[in-house]
Nanobody, 124 residues
């Protein structure tokens, strides 16, 4: 099993920045890609970004491309999401997910492990 714990959420004004962290523990050798998803109030959970832990290849949702950056520190078993130029529409609970394969998928069903989520609120 793999455990994921997110941190770094909070309240920020529009135009500001935050960095989320997702620390993985357990059988971390079994995961090859990690991702961030988010769920806004009253909406379905949606894909944000994903990264291949070996090649560092990344893939972003169009809504965050150019503003958000996903990165990883394999020595710390941690993935980050740097969020710049935040907008009120980015308000959501952000979830970290891990995949046992290197698919760089945007599908929730492709991810095997999930964190509990961290709240991001962007005020206008």
């Amino acid at each position: 099993q793999v455990q994921l714990v997110e941190s770094g959420g909070g309240l920020v004004q529009a135009g500001g920045a935050l960095r989320l962290s997702c620390a993985a523990s357990g059988r971390t050798f079994s995961i090859y890609a990690m991702a961030w998803f988010r769920q806004a109030p009253g909406k379905e959970r949606e894909f944000v970004a994903t990264i291949n832990l070996n090649t560092r290849s990344t893939y972003y949702a169009d809504s965050v491309k150019g503003r958000f950056t996903i990165s990883r520190d394999n020595a710390k078993n941690t993935v980050y999401l740097q969020m710049n130029r935040l907008e009120p529409e980015d308000t959501a609970v952000y979830y970290c997910a891990a995949d046992r394969y290197t698919r760089l998928s945007r599908l929730q069903s492709d991810y095997n492990y999930w964190g509990q989520g961290t709240q991001i609120t962007v005020s206008s």
